[in-house]
């Protein structure tokens, strides 16, 4: 979609200059209006939500038209499970939590247990080395420089290793790939428990403490392969801001802002 | 019943409506409960401002919704004086209007303050990358006027330079120049006076070495606006929310100067609203569209907030740095940062003890 848009930009603007490929722009624009509209939440080319109209005429989702980013949610719990069972640590939220369900977004989820990875294959390797992978690299590009615990961790220390579909704890139990945050609080407790608490992280919905709400859960908004994000490691991927704000009239350019403070 | 409430929205009668209104069909501008111009007119006689009002209405010689409400609105208390059947009045009237105007089925709510409610809002400066999501979303919930001839936006997010204590920059950029540094250090006179890159366009956020402060306004516990608004149209709900009559202002812009957070803005000229964009879930108080000449700010997304929703921007933020609510509530999300994270108030020293906390983890 936002490939589509950017590319009718650019020959709208090829156009001005040529009058006589109007039709073309028209034909264009008729089928980006008729593709339904897909915008992502918090992680560009993740947590992907497809705008679509209720009956009475709300729409679950506005989309940035600029970045193709979430707006503004009609429905909070659009699409959502109950969070289920988390473990009492402390005395946390008492309220309804639930989450955007992960594996009904992977199209190969009901089948990758059994298609390719049946429990024996692939054959795990015992010393901990990943082998360069032939598929998936589009989620790990690079399986031995994996961007995620500087070296300390490989594949398995998260995917179990006989049941693929789900997450491995420390003793080996399954966690189901809908509550990541029971594997990631594995590691990170102090993110974790502010997470619990509500500090860290995103809920929508219901701001009573008591409320209904929708959690976002870690790999919402961050990418578990690739944390690192190179030299910023701030655990977010970098993402297209929304336009600034208009000029003041008669002001065309804001230089002016440049010049106050460092020197 | 005072002369002054007399429900002049109802003076309509089965005429065909005004031309003035593009969405007006046949049918829809008929009185709900009867009442005909000839009986109304008949009805009030005796009574002086009614028939002048009457009048008036006649004068316009149009049934449509806008010219009666305007009417009306002109004769209208200020809300806080109103009481609960003015305020009904006042609704039915502006929903009227509105739904003509915008040709939808558009709300006014007049939900109050709940009991045992003040709300709160926590920011975390060190989560927040730049993207402008939240000042796009409160425009999308918000009503506010877009387009080239006016765009109001009511959050502003500042671009700071990150500051270090470095060899490199020991000895320059002390801010003696500047008055008071917010940011920064030292060495590095970043955000000297509160002032940041306001229209910083990178391809991507966040930039390295730097930071961003979102602000809008603080809902201020003693609001330099209140005190100096001249018609008290602008006041302090109990649930800490600052909030303005649009009706009864004057558009003085005395508000506007008096708070430290350039957090008002007013309206040069007709806000341009496109009917399709339009929210139609609106608050009296808050997001219901704005007319020339009066003061809008931010107020917590009342129409979301008093109905126990989170406001816009904190739903929208990508990154989780918004935090938003009871203050009274121990167990709440913002009383959790307050007793665990570190915690400043913009401009604290100005003694306005703002509803608004920045923290970073």
């Given amino acids: 979609m936002r490939v589509l848009d950017t590319g009718i930009r650019r020959s709208t603007s090829a156009c001005l200059r040529v009058i006589r490929c109007g039709v073309l722009v028209l034909g264009l624009t008729t089928a980006a209006t008729s593709v339904a509209q897909d915008c992502f939440e918090s992680r560009q080319n993740a947590s992907k939500v497809t705008v679509k109209e209720s009956a009475d005429g709300q729409v679950n989702v506005k989309c940035s038209e600029t970045t193709g980013g979430v707006l503004w949610w009609g429905d909070p719990y659009d699409a959502t499970v109950p969070m289920g069972e988390m473990p009492i640590e402390a005395d946390y939220d008492h309220g309804e939590a639930v989450v955007k369900s992960r594996t009904k977004q992977l199209a190969m989820f009901p089948v990758c247990g059994t298609a390719c990875h049946n429990g024996t294959f692939p054959p795990p390797n015992d010393d901990k080395t990943p082998r360069t992978l032939t598929m998936h690299t589009d989620v790990v590009p690079d399986a031995t420089n994996l961007q995620h615990g500087r070296g300390a961790i490989w594949c398995l220390d998260c995917h179990h290793s006989e049941t693929r579909n789900h997450f491995t704890d420390h003793s080996g139990n399954l966690i189901d790939m809908n509550e990541p945050q029971k594997l990631c609080g594995k590691c990170h407790g102090p993110a974790y428990r502010d997470w619990r608490g509500g500090l860290h992280g995103k809920r929508i919905g219901e701001w009573a403490s008591t409320g209904k709400k929708r959690w976002f859960v870690c790999t919402e908004c961050h990418n578990p392969h690739d944390v690192q994000q190179g030299e910023r490691n701030s655990g977010f991927a970098q993402l297209e801001s929304e336009p600034a704000p208009r000029l003041p009239k008669g002001l065309e350019n804001a230089d002016h802002e440049r010049h106050h403070g460092g020197h | 019943m005072t002369e002054r409430t007399i429900p002049l929205t109802n003076i309509t009668d089965d005429l065909p409506c005004d031309s003035a209104v593009e969405v007006c069909t046949p049918g829809e501008g008929k009185p709900e409960s009867g009442i005909t111009r000839r009986k109304f007119v008949k009805n009030t006689s005796g009574m002086s401002a009614a028939s002048l009002l009457g009048t008036a209405a006649l004068m316009t010689n149009s049934d449509d919704a806008h010219a009666t409400s305007e009417w009306a609105e002109w004769f209208q208390g200020n809300y806080r004086l109103m009481s609960d059947e003015e305020k009904q009045e006042a609704v039915d009237r502006l929903e009227r209007r509105y739904s003509a105007e915008y040709g939808k089925d558009v709300t006014v709510d007049t939900t109050p303050a709940q009991e045992g409610v003040l709300f709160g809002y926590a920011l975390n400066i060190q989560k927040c990358i730049g993207c402008r ?229």
């Fill in chain 2, 133 to 361: 999501r939240c000042v796009k979303a409160c425009v999308e919930e918000n009503n506010q006027s877009r387009g080239e001839a006016q765009e109001t936006e009511w959050i502003r997010v500042l671009k700071m330079e990150k500051g270090e204590f470095s060899e490199a920059k020991m000895g320059e950029g002390y801010p003696d120049d500047y008055g008071i540094q917010v940011g920064g250090n030292a060495y590095t006179a970043a955000g000297v006076v509160i002032e940041g890159e306001h229209y910083y366009e990178p391809e991507k956020v966040p930039e390295e070495d730097s930071f961003y402060m979102p602000i809008a306004c603080m809902q201020c516990e003693k609001p330099p606006c209140v005190k100096v608004c001249p018609v008290r149209t602008t006041y302090r709900e109990p649930d800490g929310i600052v909030v303005i009559d649009y009706n009864w202002c004057i558009g003085c812009r005395m508000c506007i100067g008096a708070c430290p957070y350039w957090a008002r803005r007013f309206n040069w000229g007709e806000p341009n609203l496109p009917k399709d964009q339009m929210n139609p879930v609106t608050h009296y108080l808050g997001n219901r569209p704005r007319m020339k000449g009066v003061v809008e700010k931010c107020t917590f997304c009342i129409q979301r907030t008093r109905k126990g929703r989170y406001p816009a921007c904190v739903e929208v933020c990508p990154v989780g740095a918004r935090k938003f609510g009871n203050l009274l509530d121990p167990e709440s999300e913002v009383r959790r940062v307050l007793a665990s994270k570190r915690v400043f108030r913009m401009k604290a020293d100005m003694n306005t003890y703002p509803k608004f906390f920045y923290y970073v983890d």
